[in-house]
């Protein structure tokens, strides 16, 4: 398993060129071009746990026989803030395989100005093997567990795998949701909907007035090996597009919580224009931060002669407020149409399971 490890330092305690390129607007860290190197990350360490030992260059897919994809995204969760006169350390390793699968860790851990290294993201990315001549699933080489550490790791991508499974299973787009989701999308529908009982002074907003997008051509020179749009510039484009839509809902700064998920249905071509839509899915808060904004954006390749379009990418962020920093009141967000109802009620289980990660990380 460990043969698999692989690991990126990004300087930037000290290396002030370096810094100056990844400088947000506020003097922090641009997290979207920390989750481009994750992805390549992530490939990286698929490939190399493929390869023969030794081989430090890819070569030609053809005559490789196989191609490796992001299939999923499962989560990014920040744990602690970035620190940019800190140097960055994004690793990681294949912890789980399937029959065509492999289950990849990264986290991202500040290092340096003698200080002891600290974990500030922690994430998880399933792969997939494809034969470079069918394009159907290709066998992945199985992990050899040395230790226990190894073994624990392995248990806990197995989980991770089947966890997904059972979420899918239980997905709204499949089974209808459960009586307890059904009465609180009745209580919120009279508090804010329609019904007799709505409060008409109350501050909120539809969920068909959030929406935010943008067009883009697509260039060459953001390609992967597989001559297709590198799955990690869209995961920046996604986030940069979410940020500004919650930041402009939430009339304020955010701060990035997590990455709740990403599906790669397809992939996105070279010279394509693709429409990203980003949308405010749900709102919350907590005793940490007064508001709490989840963040959905699909992306779509839109053809231009029919006007036809089809979606490659679902992404799932979620932002906050800190105490002390927040706006003066949270806007709800309030679906109208049942296919928003779903979209709400799907924020709304990815807020409980981040809120359920971060309690299990403070214990």
Not at 180 to 188: D, K, Q, V
Not at 218 to 227: L, T
Not at 245 to 253: C, E, I, L, S, V
Not at 285 to 305: F, M, R, T
């Amino acid at each position: 398993m460990h043969d698999s490890y692989t690991e990126l330092i990004l300087p930037f305690g000290t290396s002030s060129n370096l810094l100056e390129q990844y400088t947000n607007a506020s003097g922090g860290i641009r997290t979207g071009k920390l989750m481009e190197h994750l992805d390549s990350l992530a490939g990286s360490i698929g490939y190399k746990h493929m390869l023969p030992p030794g081989v430090q260059t890819l070569g030609r897919i053809q005559e490789r026989g196989f191609y490796i994809v992001t299939a999923s995204v499962d989560r990014l969760d920040m744990l602690s803030p970035l620190n940019p006169a800190r140097d960055l350390r994004l690793s990681g390793q294949v912890i789980y395989t399937g029959r065509s699968s492999m289950e990849v860790a990264v986290k991202m851990e500040s290092t340096g100005m003698g200080q002891p290294d600290e974990t500030v993201l922690i994430g998880r990315f399933s792969m997939v093997c494809r034969s470079a001549i069918t394009g159907g699933a290709r066998p992945v080489n199985p992990l050899i567990i040395s230790s226990p550490e190894e073994r624990a790791l392995y248990a806990l991508g197995e989980q991770m795998k089947h966890r997904r499974q059972s979420v899918a299973m239980k997905s709204l787009s499949r089974v209808p949701p459960s009586s307890s989701e059904a009465a609180e999308l009745h209580s919120l529908y009279l508090r804010h909907g329609e019904g007799p009982e709505a409060d008409v002074g109350l501050d909120h907003v539809w969920m068909g007035d959030t929406f935010l997008e943008k067009c883009m051509l697509m260039f060459p020179q953001e390609r992967n090996v597989h001559q297709k749009i590198f799955g990690g510039y869209l995961m920046r484009l996604a986030y940069e597009l979410g940020f500004t839509n919650a930041a402009m809902f939430t009339r304020g700064h955010v701060k990035f919580l997590s990455l709740d998920g990403i599906s790669f249905a397809r992939p996105v071509p070279i010279g394509s224009i693709l429409r990203l839509r980003s949308q405010i899915l749900h709102t919350s808060s907590s005793p940490q931060y007064p508001i709490i904004v989840h963040v959905g954006v699909k992306a779509n390749v839109v053809d231009v002669q029919t006007g036809y379009e089809q979606t490659t990418n679902d992404f799932r962020f979620t932002w906050c407020q800190e105490v002390g920093s927040a706006s003066p009141n949270l806007r709800q967000v309030v679906p109208k149409t049942y296919k928003e109802a779903m979209l709400w009620l799907e924020g709304k289980r990815a807020l409980e399971l981040g809120a359920e990660i971060r309690g299990l990380r403070t214990k």
